[in-house]
């Protein structure tokens, strides 16, 4: 299986490469999550300390940000088993396989992403 990104063929080595990296940032943010949902929620009677509070704050925007990254490797999965990978989903050009070896989950082309940011904004 090839998937063509830009002017250079991503060949089955190299995207056995980039499955491998999805596969361990996933393990990865797994293993955080799990290690978040070991310290956190804390009980009620510790609720009402400023300190522990800001730390739940923190242990929230942590397993959020872990929780959005397993959702993007998981599709970047999905898209590479549906023969999908490696096309930005706004403007359907090729991500540069530069990027996708950074950002292997990346659903957008560098140009898409500064554009959905700062729309964000």
């Known amino acids: 299986m090839f998937a063509a990104i830009g002017e250079v063929r991503i060949g089955p080595k190299m995207l056995a490469a980039l499955r491998a990296q ?44 872990a929780r959005l990254v397993v959702a993007d490797v998981e599709a970047a ?21 530069q990027r996708l070896t950074i950002v292997p989950h990346a659903r957008y082309c560098e140009p898409c992403h500064r554009l959905k940011e700062a729309a964000a904004a």
């Open 22 to 65: 999805l596969h361990h940032e996933l393990a990865f943010r797994l293993e955080q999550l799990e290690s978040i949902s070991e310290v956190w929620p804390l009980s009620d009677d510790r609720r009402d300390d400023q300190h522990t509070m800001a730390r739940e704050e923190v242990l929230n925007a942590l397993a959020a940000a």
């Open 77 to 97: 999965l999905d898209r590479m088993e549906a023969g999908h990978y490696g096309s930005c989903h706004l403007c359907d050009w090729p991500i540069p396989v």
